[in-house]
Nanobody, 116 residues
Framework: QVQLVESGGGLVQTGGSLRLSCAAS????????MGWFRQAPGKEREFVAA????????YYADSVRGRFTISRDNAKNTVYLQMNSLTPEDTAVYYC?????????WGQGTQVTVSS
């Protein structure tokens, strides 16, 4: 069993920044890659960023590359998403994700709203 709990969302103006956190429990966190996804109203959930178990490799969607940074602290069982230069197009519910033995685990999500 894996529990993922996101936090750090909120309302921010265009050009602002937020840092999301995802606290994991229930399994050996450091063994698994982690990812962030988001879902805007009326749209499908989409990939945002991912990080390898060691943190040495990261992946980003084209829409966020250069603005968002994913990182992790295995000692704290936490993965982060630093979001800079936010635009209204980044408004969505952001979800933390991991896949263990082929099973997807999701957090409850945290709302990010960027005002114009």
């Amino acid at each position: 069993q894996v529990q993922l709990v996101e936090s750090g969302g909120g309302l921010v103006q265009t050009g602002g920044s937020l840092r999301l956190s995802c606290a994991a429990s229930g399994r050996t966190f450091s063994r698994y890659a982690m990812g962030w996804f988001r879902q805007a109203p009326g749209k499908e959930r989409e990939f945002v960023a991912a990080i390898s178990w060691s943190g040495s490799t990261t992946y980003y969607a084209d829409s966020v590359r250069g603005r968002f940074t994913i990182s992790r602290d295995n000692a704290k069982n936490t993965v982060y998403l630093q979001m800079n230069s936010l635009t209204p197009e980044d408004t969505a519910v952001y979800y933390c994700n991991t896949v263990i033995f082929g099973k997807n685990y999701w957090g409850q999500g945290t709302q990010v709203t960027v005002s114009s």
